[in-house]
């Protein structure tokens, strides 16, 4: 039997998948994360004090899928956390070193697109992503090519929400600047270069997972309920639904107020519904 490493326990905030090394190595500095075990299939840092973890995939769709989903069952990832896919892309046109989110990535082998994350139009300009299964040369399209963010995009909102999913992306070559060009120290000098605008960034997503850890809390008075009444999954599954926008409509106030007369499952959960459907008469749109 294989003895798996020690796993640590800390509140993650935020995952990086990294397709190489000097990719990952400025998000290592910045961050200041630390090796978790020598002996994994995908190297893994992480910093406990500050709640980031990065793994560095290696580049392609599959492998950046399977690097991502050895973070989550590793340090047992919540629900809430941000992801982030960092690393460079060709472009069709200049400048080298110009950071883009990647609100849209389309898979070229697969034929499917992803739209992660939301926009972050304050921070930085948004752009398509083809992911490709070779270095881009031609740049026949306008818009940013790598070789691994369709395979994160795949199975990171899996994990969370899609909304808590990013992809960004540094120009490393364009047609006047090949590929072949780009050494390693000019991928990390790219991603150094950065370093302000991705530190707003990691503000941002960590402001977004913070609000989503809120959202998704199950207060104590649930789990009475559930110790009370009898539910079927599926309408444990609808309760919890009805009670995050309950809490949501209702942040001062106890279940007790309103399910003070139920005497199952289903009454519960249609007093719940039923309150929020009168209080929705109630909300002006402005």
């Known amino acids: 039997m294989i003895e798996l490493p020690t796993r640590p326990s800390f509140d993650v905030k935020v995952c990086w998948v990294i397709a190489l090394e000097p990719e990952a190595r400025p998000i290592i500095d910045e961050l200041d994360l630390r090796r978790y075990a020598q002996d994994l299939n995908f190297p893994v840092y992480f ?9 560095i995939s290696g580049i392609g769709p599959a492998k950046a899928a399977a690097a991502a989903t050895c973070l989550k069952m590793l340090l047992n990832v919540e629900s809430y956390v941000g992801w982030i896919n ?8 200049q400048p080298i070193g110009k950071l883009y989110q990647a609100v849209k990535v389309y898979d070229t082998a697969g034929k499917k697109s992803y739209f992660p994350g939301v926009r972050l139009s304050k921070i930085l300009k948004c752009q398509t992503l083809h992911t490709v299964f070779q270095p881009e040369t031609a740049y026949l399209e ?5 070789m691994e963010a369709s395979g994160f995009c795949e199975m990171a909102p ?3 929400c899609n909304e808590l999913v990013f992809v960004l992306k ?6 006047d600047h090949p590929v072949r060009l780009v050494s390693k120290e000019t991928i990390s000098q790219l991603i150094y270069q950065n370093m302000e605008k991705l530190k707003e960034i990691i503000l941002v997503v960590e402001k977004l997972a913070k609000e989503e850890k809120k959202r998704l809390f199950i207060s104590e008075e649930v789990f009475r309920y559930f ?3 009898h539910f079927t ?6 309760f919890l639904q009805a009670y995050r926008k309950w809490k949501s409509a209702f942040p001062s106030r106890k279940l007790t107020s309103t399910l003070a007369d139920g005497n199952s499952a289903s009454e519960l959960i249609s007093s719940l519904e039923n ?12």
């Open 47 to 55: 910093n406990p004090e500050n709640g980031h973890a990065l793994v």
């Open 86 to 93: 960092l690393g460079i892309a060709g472009f069709y046109s």
């Open 142 to 146: 306008t818009v940013l090519f790598d």
């Open 158 to 160: 899996t994990f969370s």
């Open 170 to 175: 540094i120009v490393s070559d364009t047609p």
């Open 227 to 229: 110790d009370t009444f």
């Open 233 to 238: 999954q599926s309408n444990r599954h609808r």
């Open 275 to 286: 309150e929020l459907l009168i209080e929705s008469k109630n909300w002006k749109l402005s």
